[in-house]
């Protein structure tokens, strides 16, 4: 069975235990997917960021094409510690990770928050230039918030196939 997943796109709409993990100050868009799911504590939050945007084959295939290149997002090594799938971890607690990533056009932190019974992935998202409004805001975005759904239960899959081990995706082992 797939687990029901929530998407807001309203900044009013995030819960704030959410909104206060971002660090950009200005916030330009947000998305938020919210997966409601059993499994969602039973692993860290570096763990299902790792499982989502490392291992689902949705974005082993084709996530470095819209932020590398048609955004132009300075991403790390894909798979060494600090990073995960090239962004930059820049904050972390119990319950949730900070990732970031930069170019000439934007800045943006993704948060992976674990609760009891959900996962949730939000990318926020400060415009700093014009075009980053037709780049992201009305090109990019609309793609992403169809794909999070999808690579947040690629995720799940993974890490339930890991059986109650470590999931084999990444560095961070």
């Not at 790390?76 to 510690?81: I, L, R």
Request: positive net charge; contains cysteine.
């Amino acid at each position: 069975m797939t687990s029901p997943i929530d998407v807001v796109t309203d900044m009013g709409r995030v819960p704030e235990a959410m909104r206060s993990l971002q660090a950009l100050g200005r916030v330009d868009y947000v998305d938020l997917s919210t997966m409601h799911t059993a499994e969602a504590s039973k692993r860290s939050a570096e763990e299902w960021a790792r499982a989502v945007l490392e291992g689902g084959r949705s974005v082993r295939r084709f996530g470095f094409i819209p932020w590398r290149v048609l955004l132009g997002l300075r991403l790390g090594p894909s798979y060494a510690p600090g990073y995960v799938h090239g962004w930059n971890v820049t904050g972390r607690g119990e319950s949730w990770i900070r990732l970031a990533a930069s170019s000439w056009l934007m800045a943006c932190n993704a948060v992976i928050r674990v609760e009891d019974g959900q996962v949730s992935a939000a990318l926020f998202v400060r415009y700093d230039n014009l075009l980053a409004r037709i780049y992201w805001g009305r090109l990019l975005s609309g793609v992403h918030r169809r794909l999070m759904p999808v690579i947040l239960h690629q995720g799940e899959q993974l890490l339930a196939g890991a059986r109650g081990g470590r999931p084999s995706v990444g560095a961070g082992r």
